[in-house]
C-alpha cells in the first residue's frame, strides 16, 4: 500500500506500528531543512510545487516503488510553503520483511523523488530577498 | 489560433516574474517552439538551465503540437526533498 | 557522537530533533520481530546476550561506523530477554549531512551488528519448546 | 594447572546443557584445544556450527595460550538485530 501528502504546514510523523508482524523492517527518513543551501546563509526554505501536477508524480513515484522493490507499504509526506530551518520537509517511511530491499528501495525512492517530482526550495536569504536556489542569478 | 496557459514555477518564474503566461498560437505550434519563445522572453535569464515540458500536468518526453486550451510548464531542474 | 544501550524490556524511541540544523538527514531503523522464524511459526523471541561483552562491541562498531562514515551521530538500542512479536529489537537512529552517507552507514551498521555483536534469538515455538533460532536439533 | 571459565551461550548452551563451564586444565593449552574439548562434550551437536572465540569478553583471531583465570566462550553465529 502507498499513501502520499503535499502537506502546507508542519507534519505529523507516521506512527510506528508494532501491529505488524511480517514487516521485520521499518525505515524512516526525515529530510531536513539546514541552515546554508549551497554555501549561502539562510533564514528559512519555502518550497513551490506544481499543483495537480507534484502529488500525482509522488503517488506514481510510490507506486513504482513498491513494485520495484519487495516492500510492503511506502507512506510519504512532503511540506510546501514555509518551512523553517531545522523541520522536516520530507517524511518517508517503508515497511518491508527485511532491511536491504527497505532501504534500497527508500535510497532510489529519494534518487527518484529528487529527479521527477516538480517541487522546488525558494531560499530566503539574511537580506530579506527571495532566489530559486540553484538560481546563479 | 489556440490559446495555451504556461505555468512559470522556480527559475522560469523568477526570470519571467510571472506565474504563469497566456499564449496565442498558430495551429500546429509545438513544444519546442513555445520552449523558444520562453527563452527569448527571459532574456538569457534561462542559458543553461534544462527545462523538461510537461503538457498538462504530465512529463512529455518529445516534442508535440499543443491544443487549445493546453496547460504547458517548462520545469526546471526539481528539487524536492 | 555515539550512544548505544542494552535493554531488557520495551523500548522508548530516540525523538526526532528539530535543533540538527546541519544534519538534513534523519535516518530510522527499527528491527521488528516476526511472527516466523526461518518458517516456522513462534510465540515469541528471547534474546539472549553476553553480558559485559555485547555492549562493549555494540559501542566499539557504532565508534567505527562514525569513523567510517561522514555521519554526525548514531544512537542504538538493542533489546534483550522476552520480545513479543510486533515489537521492535533492534532501534537505530543516524544523523548526517546528507541522505547518501546516512543511508550507506545504516546498511553498514546492521550487517557489522549482525555479524560480530554476541546477541542471539531462541524461539519460543507454538509448543513451549525453547530453541535458539538457527540450530538445526 | 589452571583453571578457566567457559560461558556458553544459544547453540553451545544448548548442546551441553549448561550456561558455563569450570576446566582444569595443563598451563600451555590452547583455545584451539579448549574448542576440541567442548565440541567433544557436546557429542556432535556443534558439528558444522562455526565458532568464533572471545578470551576475556575479547574476540580472538589467532589460537592462544590460556592463563590461569580467562573467561572464554566459543561463539556461535550471532543473531541480533
New interface residues.
Partial sequence: MVKVEIINGPLDLYLTDNNRTQDGAELVFNGRVRDTEHGNKITYLEYEHYDGMAKAELLQLADKTVKKFPINDLFCKHRIGKVNIGEISLHIIIWSKHRKEGLDAMSWFISELKNSVPIWKWAILEDGSRVPTECKD | MITVKV?C???V???LNKDEVIFELDHGTTTDSLESMIRDNAKG?LD?VRLRV?VN???IPEKIELKDGDEI?F???????
Same sequence: chains 1, 3.
Fill in positions: 505555468k514555477f522556480s527559475q518564474k523568477y526570470a535569464k543553461g510537461a500536468r504530465k512529463y510548464a520545469i526546471p531542474p526539481v528539487q524536492g526533498g
